[in-house]
């Protein structure tokens, strides 16, 4: 008798459905009376994946992607503007009783409802949206009980889960009194999950909808189903307050055949294609245990071929790793090695460096020895230069009174002889290349302590180009160097013409000295609008970086030397520096390395007063 009991139990459970009312299908004028603005208030309690705030603390879920389309159905259809006041409520009682209790009829219940005989005597709901199956799981390692025996053991050793106000809650009594099943109940909040609950502890049980079963089944959990305890219902849907006319607009939305398909995709957003479509197609069948049963083993299946395909990449890594490291263990080795040869390299390396240093020592040594014999022909220079400018000074006055007395002299020169008029002649020329050479070495020195005169002069530079480039064609000649020149006709410039010419003739000279043979060296001449601009250009080795910083010092040799043993002093350049600074001239230059160097001469242009 006990297993007849049990069997006619199970039998009830398994396929129990639930009645309701064909839904009404309003026509389109009876559904808004010039209504444009309206408003729900949509009462909601935590149940995921229905209704629930994500991580953003944004609402979303199963139901509220279907009334935000029927939101966008009513603006497309009847171009009703709907307003969604959401509105968080206590419990899910809570919500079932404001509903009964609403004076408007656009109170709407939302937290994944099940149509119940029960509730259909408080409240009226929509058309179904989800077909409505509740399965009975118990913690890992439980048993699938098989008579009321089993189940009076079992469960009453065991602990409940469910969540106040739910129709879990409700199936928990209903086992209780039908079996006279005595257990304890442990309470949640509808924010978390009985699946997890249940999975906490080893001596749990509890009802849960199917969807969210087969979810967990399809990420890997393992939970055991009681094949018998599974409820069918009536389906999901929203609650309204009774003879709402609310109902009847939303049953108008659900039944649409385009709404049918978007519902499908909601929904599988939220739970999968695959496993929505199960639990559709299963909804009318006969067969649901066979069904159920199929699809655990199926998703089982897939879980085995994953872990498989896992274990198998776990391999793959560990193969990976194994080569990973003996290449490691060959790579530590060939570093030893490495490290072995060099610490003998840097053994040769320190005698060496010992001996370089005794070296270094030695060379320091001399070069300090040299420091001082450089310091002494300095003082010595210095002392000889001082000597050449007081006997320029001191010679300039009696070659000026000899001067001053030969010109005295040729005052009575028709009262003498030839022979005495040459002799006067000869002292005076002698006398002239006397001061000459005083002047220029004062004239030295003037450059040396910034104090030369500057007399501005109109220069032709065709003219002194030409010039220039006749006195030197001989040496480039030499050198087989080819010497070109373009200067346009007539160009004026007004400088100081001694101190330009000089300034040319050391580009000039330099340009030649420093190119190799069968090279060019050309000087181009323009109008650049605000200046008349000079360009000195050469083939030669140009200029290192090092070169560049050091190429105006006085006395300094750069690293190019000349190309045909000629001399260098290393004066040059720096005369042209302060000649050109002399004169208001902007120099500069532009060269690198194995491609020449180009030296450009800014000059102001002179404009001729009146």
Known sequence: MRSVFVLYFMLMMGMQTLSSAEPVIATDHEMFNSEDTVELNLFWFVSKPFIYKNEKGELTGIEYDILNEYKSYLANKYGVNLRLNWIEADSFGNIIDRIQAASNDNHVGV?????????????????????????????????????????????????????????????????????????????????????????????????????????????????????????????????????????????????????????????????????????????????????LLTKEKELQNEQLILKEQLLEKEKQQRIYLMIALVAMVILIGIIAFQYYRQQKIAETLLTQNKKVESQQRNIESKNEQLFNRNLQLTSLNEEKNSLVKILAHDLRSPINQIQGLVEVLSLGESTLDKEST???????????????????????????????????????????????????????????????????????IYSDHLYFTQILENLISNAIKFSEKETRVWVEVFDDQQAVVVKVVDEGPGLTEQDKRLIFNKYQKLSAKPTNGESSTGLGLSIVKKYAELLDITLTYQSEVDKGTTFILKIPKYKKEG
């Open 422 to 492: 040459e002799t006067i002649n000869q002292i005076k020329d002698a006398a002239k290349r006397v001061n000459n050479m005083i002047s220029k070495i004062l004239d030295f020195d003037a450059l040396e302590e910034d104090r030369m005169k500057v007399i501005k002069e109109e220069i032709n530079v065709e003219n002194l180009v030409a010039e220039l480039a006749n006195n030197f064609k001989n040496q480039a000649e030499n050198k087989k160097i080819e010497l070109i020149y373009q200067v346009p006709v007539n160009t004026i």
């Open 111 to 291: 937290s994944a409802f099940s149509i119940t005989p029960e509730r259909l005597e408080k409240v009226d709901f929509s058309h179904p949206y989800l077909a409505d199956f509740t399965v009975l799981v118990s913690s890992e390692g439980t048993p699938i009980l098989k008579t009321l025996d089993e189940v009076n053991k079992t469960l009453s050793q065991m602990e409940a889960v469910t969540i106040s106000g739910t129709t879990y809650e409700e199936f928990l009594f209903e086992l209780k009194n039908q079996l006279q099943v005595d257990f304890n109940i442990h309470y949640i909040n509808s924010d978390k999950n009985v699946l997890n609950e249940v999975s906490k502890a080893d001596n749990r049980f509890g009802f849960i909808d199917l969807p969210i079963y087969l979810m967990l089944i399809k990420n890997g959990g393992n939970l055991t189903r009681q094949n018998f305890f599974t409820k069918r219902g009536n389906g999901y849907a929203f609650m309204f307050p009774k003879a709402s006319k609310w109902k009847v607009r939303m049953d108008s939305f659900l039944m649409d055949p385009q709404s049918r398909e978007m519902l499908a995709e909601i929904t599988s957003n939220y739970i999968g294609e695959e496993l929505f479509e199960f639990i559709e197609n299963i909804y009318g069948g006969h067969n649901l245990g066979t069904s």
